[in-house]
């Protein structure tokens, strides 16, 4: 959010604020031809002041509740019929400030990503709380269900090892009832087709996991592998 979306509309309403004052001041002592424009020119700037306003609440909930921010990277190499090495990058935390990168051996036609997600109520997002999110599971699946049934399986646990402050997941868990500010707190998975060298970018959104192609390999393949 531009911080003057919220600055110049402030800064107009206190122009116009202190005409009106000065507007009726002159009216209290006799002068109302005088006072009066000084009340019209403040109401017209508090009018401006309010419209540049509601603008930039505008803006600021539309940014808001659209806000998505980088989760994992996740690169392929293809090893075999229906046999993926997937590397994936988690960005850099305060926990771990170089990122974490992990290799998995992934069988099947798609990867998929898992993870528990705390959402919050829109009016919360629109103060500034982004959905919160746990990685949990990564592992590759197949495109026919029969044999998801039967094929070769693989499954990952990628929650993290390290954890730092306060665990807020049971908290919320036990009691989510009894806060205003959560919506709910769910499983969320985002799954692309795999393809030798292909490269996908997964973020969270306010309403959970999306996984999107950053190369061309990965573009031919999301568009063709699902038709």
């Known amino acids: 959010m531009v911080w003057w979306w919220w600055i110049i509309p402030g800064f107009v309403a206190v122009i116009g604020l202190a005409f009106v004052l000065s507007g009726l001041g002159w009216m209290f002592r006799g002068r109302p031809f005088k006072g009066g424009r000084g009340v019209l020119g403040g109401g017209l700037f508090l009018g401006v002041g309010a419209i540049v306003g509601l603008l930039g609440l505008n803006v600021q909930t539309y940014h808001r509740l659209t806000y998505e921010r980088p989760v994992a990277t996740i690169e392929l190499r293809q090893a075999g019929p229906q046999l993926f090495n997937a590397t994936v990058v988690e960005p850099p935390t305060e926990q771990d400030p170089e990122g974490i990168t992990r290799e998995f051996e992934l069988h099947g036609d798609e990867w998929r990503i898992e993870a528990r997600v705390l959402k919050w109520q829109s009016w919360a997002n629109v103060l500034g709380l982004d959905s919160q999110?746990?990685?949990?599971?990564?592992?590759?699946?197949?495109?026919?269900?029969?044999?998801?049934?039967?094929?070769?399986?693989?499954?990952?646990?990628?929650?993290?090892?390290?954890?730092s402050g306060i665990d807020l997941w049971p908290v919320v868990d036990e009691y989510n009832q009894y806060l205003p500010l959560v919506d709910t707190l769910y499983g969320s998975g985002a799954y692309m087709p795999m393809a030798d060298g292909a490269r996908y970018e997964v973020r969270i959104t306010q309403n959970g996991l999306i996984a999107r192609p950053t190369n061309e390999i990965a573009a031919q393949a999301s568009s063709s592998g699902w038709e």
């Open 133 to 163: 999110y746990r990685l949990d599971r990564f592992s590759g699946r197949y495109t026919d269900t029969q044999q998801e049934l039967t094929g070769e399986r693989s499954a990952f646990d990628i929650r993290p090892v390290r954890q």
